[in-house]
């Protein structure tokens, strides 16, 4: 059984799918941890629902050697899946679990990637700029943030008419159409 840990700062609702996929189909991975840097954030009472552990872990002890790696070392954790969540992963964290980090990002990169573009921005940026189409990239993490090789990709247009809230919810339902699915052909074998 692969274990999986899934990284979350905020609402998880791709934790949330992800966790239903993985109880409800029959494969060889689970999620047995939900990380999240945020107390109160709603994906830990999403998480505490689903009968998934999960756990509250300051930035400080996320960039603890010792102490993040016990974490994930104590719940055999074989994967790392980040969605939605907002801090950097630490380098020692990427050289550990070398293509078994995985991110997913709201646009089509390299397409309004980078350092401050997450959630809501990304989409905002995508109507500012007048493009006429967006979508998701799962991606495996590297040490250049949003820059890890390209696993998939899927694709939505963006109509003129469209608001950020427009295509927030175009691109939500993309992620919670493939991401599990992607994780698991990715990692669980078929
Ligand atoms: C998702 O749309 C995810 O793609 C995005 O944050 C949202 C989290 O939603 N991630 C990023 O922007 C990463 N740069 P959720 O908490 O409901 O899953």
């Known amino acids: 059984m692969k274990k999986i840990a899934i990284f ?29 840097n945020k107390v109160g ?14 756990v509250v872990m300051s930035r400080d002890e996320i960039n603890d050697r010792q102490r993040m ?31 078994r980090i995985v991110n997913i990002h709201p646009s089509l990169l390299p397409k309004f990637g980078g350092k401050g573009m997450y959630g809501h921005y990304v989409h905002e940026a995508v109507v500012a700029s007048g493009e006429n189409e967006t979508g998701i990239t799962i991606h495996y993490v590297s040490e250049i943030c949003d820059e890890g090789r390209i696993i998939f990709q899927a694709r939505t247009p963006v109509l003129p008419s469209d608001t950020a809230d427009d295509v927030e919810k175009k691109v939500h339902d993309l992620e919670r159409e493939h991401f599990a699915r992607v994780i698991d052909e990715t990692f669980c074998g078929l």
């Open 8 to 36: 979350a700062s905020g609402n998880g609702s791709n934790a949330e799918n992800i966790i239903r996929y993985f109880q409800e189909k029959e494969s060889s991975g689970e999620v047995a941890l939900v990380v999240c």
């Open 41 to 54: 954030a709603k994906v830990l009472e999403r998480a505490g629902r689903l009968g998934v552990e999960s």
């Open 69 to 99: 790696l016990g974490v994930l070392d104590s719940h055999g954790i074989d994967i790392i899946v980040l969605a939605g969540f907002l801090l950097m992963i630490p380098e020692f964290l990427i050289e550990r679990y070398r293509d």
